[in-house]
């Protein structure tokens, strides 16, 4: 008979016997390797309600702020005058629903500001502008939007220095013509672009922000079927109901038009921050190109331009990583 072996597990430095089952271990504590803005439509499309529980339950980032955002007045998401404001309080709802205490939960602009309006100092601006200024962390700062970039461009209008600080994650944007691998780029404007279009064009033509775009293309990419996503929030608690009748909600005004899927477009924003490798720590499991930053035109489309700036033109998304990563919190904290 052979002698019985004893190996080192991989996990944590557990021990186990050759042939028998691992003890488990529980997880050290994760230091935050990032500091976040979140920036999001709450009340609109409920992708960014997965996109926000997901973010406020991974350790491996800090969210310094949460921002609540419009979208297209009397949009059918939600047709009042106060979308941001909403936004922030639904946010803070499925906080509690998740046992989680968040950062500071604020209201963006309820609209974006007619042309030639000033800047404004709101809250929500003199936020963003005073956590892109902190010495006090050497994090770097993302900022992940998932809808318009109101907020954002009039932080930046405000205080130019902030750009190089930043590193804008936004899940919007047309087709880039090139990247499509044959399939015929759509004419019609992106929906988040066209949020507060003057604030993008901002962004891209008149910032030194560091930017990593998820178009329109990609972020479909995050296609789910409704009997998983049903059957991953069943087991999921109070906060697993909360996001499926939000689903529901919208699902039942379009019975004959949805299909069985969902698009959990916000997502990428949870895979190109908090689960980005482990080792030379990057967002390595989702392809995309770097190129110059070009020029927006009136209409979204792209204007080369040789000398802009670097940024990502994000590809792919690891759909695997990120929806089983979701999954796997979710049911983690409806048991703690």
Known sequence: M??????????????????????????????????????????????GLFQLAHHLLSPSVTISLILGSHIHPNDFMDRSTRQADHAATIAGELAALLGVTPPPILAGRNSAPPPGTPPEPTPAVTRIIAEARRSDSRLPLYYCAGAGLT???????????????????????????????????????????????????????ASDVTIWQVPRNVYRQLTIGMAELENALAQAGRAGAFLLDALQQVRARFPDRLGETYILGDSPLV???????????????????????????????????PTGRPMRVYRTIDTRLTFTDLFAKLRAAAHT
Do not use: C, H
């Open 2 to 47: 052979l002698p019985t072996v004893r190996r080192r597990s991989v996990l944590a430095g557990s021990v186990a016997l050759a042939g028998t089952a691992l003890v488990p271990v529980a997880r050290a504590a994760q230091a935050p390797r990032a500091r976040l803005i979140l920036d999001n439509d709450y009340s609109g499309d409920p992708d």
């Open 271 to 305: 895979t190109l921050t908090a689960l980005q490798t482990p080792y030379e720590p990057d967002s390595a499991s989702s392809d995309y190109v770097v190129r110059p930053t070009p020029k927006l035109g009136p209409d979204g489309r792209y204007l080369p331009d």
């Open 151 to 205: 907020d954002l461009a009039e932080a930046l209008r405000l205080a130019p220095d902030i750009g190089r600080r930043i590193t804008l994650v936004w899940i919007g944007g047309m087709e880039w013509p090139d990247l499509l691998l044959g399939v015929p780029p759509r004419t019609d404007a992106e929906y988040n672009l066209t949020i507060d279009s003057a604030a993008v064009e901002t962004l891209f033509n």
